[in-house]
């Protein structure tokens, strides 16, 4: 007989156990990710002044910072957390039984915010350093509108001006998300737009283009250089926002333990690869200390498929080549991925600390999935649990299904933990898309890749 | 020094502590409210056989059970429970801070799952009792939309064909709610609709009406009684709701007694009068055996202010004059109110026990805001405490906020407990409204209220 505590539906932290530092990946890894390039220079960034005039001091050193393990949350972000945190980690009892399926499938849900996601973890720490440092006025891009509701809360909670640069595309067949972000007091604009020389020039090259989250990156990292007492911020990629993220996977192991569980396979959405990043933190240093050895899974759409088909190789990180260049897997900068209703994993980059995992084999897979399927598994899922996903994060809920559906076969009694980033509400077109079987399944040819590849800039 | 415990800013009940009863408010009621009347008879309905074309036998019974105090929550309704629940009590450390109040304010929160409200509670209650006794097919109407959308969470999780009448204002304002709703495999149809008599009779009258609470009602009504296997359910106002919501109120004192907490002040918006009624019952109780005497008060809209100014008199629950009559405050079942963005609390009537209570002295206070001052004070809380809160949830948002601005004045440290229904995503037309300085406060003048009592039925 087990001596297993009965594990309930929802596992909520205390308060008391909400971590109060952050853990940094980089510290443990065996070889670090190839530095970042001053896109000027091409040579390495090696101090955070170079980075200063585009992020505020603090979040440049966490940039280049890789050696402190822990860093401690300062006290004003932990409140801040306590109004939203610990977020729950679910027993998808429901779904389990639905699929008949030997696996207990766990997922850390992100999305009970009125942000809709995780993002909220990296929004307040950097709002907080910003306004720190007397910043008041920040600037942003948005894919999926998650990551700007989310700064437009913590600028709201801090009382500083943001300005959202959001992917046209998404602000189009998302209008309420606008509504939000001004209720918390932001101003938003689609992108490209003219208020920026990238997003004009964008605009002369393209004018009916969607957008996508490296134009708007261009955008937003031009307005905030340009502008008085003003810095940018991002919502993904860089190395500063997976450690904030970290608390993720924090939360996520301390919870397990409270039932002395450990997840075999870990599965997690990748765009820019926050999300992903901050989930499996702890459990990767696990894996890299040989603790352990947990499978990790990444997953992507097949029409923005920079991970499963894209290069590892040096490349800005925005499509107006201002921002620093970074070693990553990338579809090229220039790429503009088909528009699909995964605003937040529509990036031609991922995170160069996931970049770097991948390259050498400690993130074990992934794996690319279309639209439809990925909505078939969104249906299926809130049938079941009762929340509505995120098209985002139903890449992750459609794998965490398959490989539930591989232990049904084997009968293995596998621990799957997924991480749920968010809600849908305000994602109902791609919904409304799916009911009526107007979904597109869009897969860029090999030819259409080769062609953004071959605009990858030259490094010496 | 106190000895208090440190309140964290969200008690969330282990989930052993989820109440395994529901509490019968009318066990303890001093004088019971009138018996409802027969519309064929005009006589006292007295036993669920009466009920049973409408509702299904179960909760025929609980309608008309005004003796069993605590009634059992099956396993099957409380498993669904632990999906979704305990919903947390909130302490609003940061608005207390910004309004600078020495009062203490708890909010319970209800809007953390995807219907977006308290409203699933119910749904699921009534689905499992449908299910229970072999009924396919439910029939019900909304009026924003959270309890359709919780009833179709609840049918799909349950297997059970349902079909929603939507108040037509609320549906052209929230398109996505349909999306919402097909999603969990339920048919939505805008009210009044060509789909019944009663809708035909309604649109051949008033062919541009937005429609109401009451005509939905009739329409869902009809179309039970008229299809096979299939009955219909409430959202509010019934006896039954009021009991399965009984569960909001029993967590909330489970919460408080944890820090030995107990509020002075209990504050529920009031449409129907389901989350009020639930939300006081446990309180209510202490109140009517004389234990503690905490300040109720009933928040309602001035553009449908039943509580307020209407009268205390036999009605019809529904404008097509289909259902039983309720003793209970009234604008009369003709009452059409002006359009708003509170649709959920747009009912002519309200529940024949929280009517009852407020008649009787026991809820102390009934009290109605403009929509201006109520969307006022939900973006203000949305910036403190980072939820976006639905029109409805509003209402007590405002007198919670007046309350903790009164304590200001007079230095007192009340302890305010307000219920917070739901959140707001789908509701963003009417914040848009807000922030554009298009929003309408309408108050229906005497002359009009008096036309619409001049149509009350006449009981002998």
Not at 15 to 40: F, S
Not at 148 to 159: E, K, P
């Amino acid at each position: 007989m087990s001596s297993k505590k009965t594990v309930p539906y929802r596992i909520n932290l205390p308060e008391e156990l909400i971590p109060k530092q952050w853990y940094n990946i980089r510290a443990d890894m065996k070889e670090l990710p190839d530095p970042m390039l001053n896109p000027g220079t091409m040579k390495p960034i090696t101090s955070p002044d170079e980075l200063a005039p585009i992020f505020c001091y603090e979040l440049a050193k966490q940039e280049l910072d890789n050696e402190t393990r822990y860093i401690d949350i300062p006290e004003e972000i932990l409140n801040f957390y306590k109004m939203c945190r610990p977020s729950p980690l679910i027993r998808a009892y429901c779904l389990e039984k639905k699929l008949g399926t030997p696996a207990k499938i766990y997922y850390k849900f992100e999305g009970n915010n009125t942000s809709g996601s995780h993002k909220l973890n990296s929004a307040i720490a950097q709002a907080y350093y910003a306004k720190a440092q007397g910043i008041t006025h920040l600037t942003t891009e948005t894919g999926a509108g998650q990551w700007g509701t989310a700064l437009s809360m913590a600028c709201a909670y801090l009382g500083i001006d943001l300005t959202v640069y959001m992917v046209k595309g998404s602000y189009m067949q998302k209008p309420f998300r606008k509504s939000v972000i001004n209720t918390f007091g932001a101003n938003i604009i689609p992108s490209p737009s003219d208020t920026t020389n990238a997003g004009r020039a964008i605009l002369a090259e393209m004018p009916d283009t969607t957008g996508s989250l490296g134009c708007a990156i261009s955008e937003a990292v031009e307005k905030a250089v340009t502008s008085e007492n003003c810095r940018y911020v991002l919502g993904s990629v860089l190395n500063q926002v997976l450690l904030h993220q970290s608390i993720i996977g924090l939360e996520s192991k301390a919870a397990m333990e409270m039932y002395d569980e450990y997840p075999d396979i870990i599965i997690g959405c990748a765009g820019g690869g926050s999300n992903l990043g901050g989930l499996i933190a702890p459990f990767m240093k696990d894996k890299l200390d040989g603790v352990k050895n947990p499978y990790f899974i990444a997953v992507e759409p097949a029409s923005c498929p920079s991970l499963t088909r894209g290069k590892y190789a040096y490349d800005f990180c925005d499509t107006g080549k201002v921002t620093p260049l970074a070693k990553m897997y990338t579809l090229g900068c220039g790429f503009i991925p088909a528009a699909n209703h995964a605003g937040g994993l529509r990036y031609h980059g991922m995170s160069p600390v996931i970049s770097k995992l991948y390259h050498d084999g400690y993130i074990d897979e992934a794996r690319s999935y279309v639209q439809t399927d990925v909505f078939e598994a969104a249906v299926e899922f809130s049938r079941a649990e009762g929340i509505l996903p995120a098209p985002e994060s139903s890449h992750a809920i459609r794998a965490a299904i398959d490989e539930a559906l591989k232990c049904k076969e084997t009968g293995e009694e596998k621990t799957i933990l997924f991480g749920l980033t968010g809600t849908g509400y305000f994602d109902m077109t791609a919904y409304e898309s799916f009911h009526n079987k107007t979904m597109i399944d869009y897969v860029p040819t090999d030819a259409e890749l080769e062609e953004a590849f071959s605009k990858l800039p030259e490094i010496k």
